[in-house]
């Protein structure tokens, strides 16, 4: 079906597709690597334990920066790298010169995350013994 779509608007699905989805992907993945190092910060806080500051709170906090720088770049240049660039713009030379689709990929892990965060919110209500059994 997809590959039909892609058929009647004489797009090439295998180079399109693939470039759009391994961008997705990338940021995708940087953002899980941002949310990792909250998560370790956030657990080691509410279980000290025998641990020491760096590998509890100095590395992490150092690997949210490094990422973060990461994740700007690869925003910016987001173009460049998934080919959704608004008609007439040199992905090589702007930086956030992306079409319509090149917002909306860009804007999807966000979202995301916020609509697994409100629905993680509402389920967290209904299942306290499956949370507390996650948990623990």
């Known amino acids: ?3 039909a779509l892609f058929a009647i608007n004489g797009l090439d699905p295998v180079l399109k597709m693939f470039f759009w989805f391994s961008g997705l992907a990338v940021l995708s993945i940087l953002l899980i690597e941002i949310l990792v190092c909250i998560a370790v910060i956030a657990f080691f806080r509410r279980e000290p334990g025998e641990t ?28 460049l790298l998934t080919g959704a660039v608004a008609e007439g713009v040199d992905p090589t030379t702007t930086a956030w010169g992306l079409s319509g689709l ?9 979202a995301t995350l ?6 993680a919110q509402v389920r967290h209500k209904d ?6 059994d996650v948990i623990n």
């Open 114 to 119: 916020v609509v697994g965060y409100l629905y």
């Open 52 to 79: 020491n500051a760096f590998q509890t709170l100095v590395s992490p906090l150092i690997a949210i920066v490094g990422l973060s720088v990461g994740l700007y770049l690869l925003m910016s240049r987001f173009g």
């Open 1 to 3: 079906m997809v590959i």
């Open 127 to 132: 299942n306290v013994d499956l949370i507390r």
């Open 102 to 110: 090149g917002w909306f990929m860009l804007g999807l892990p966000f």
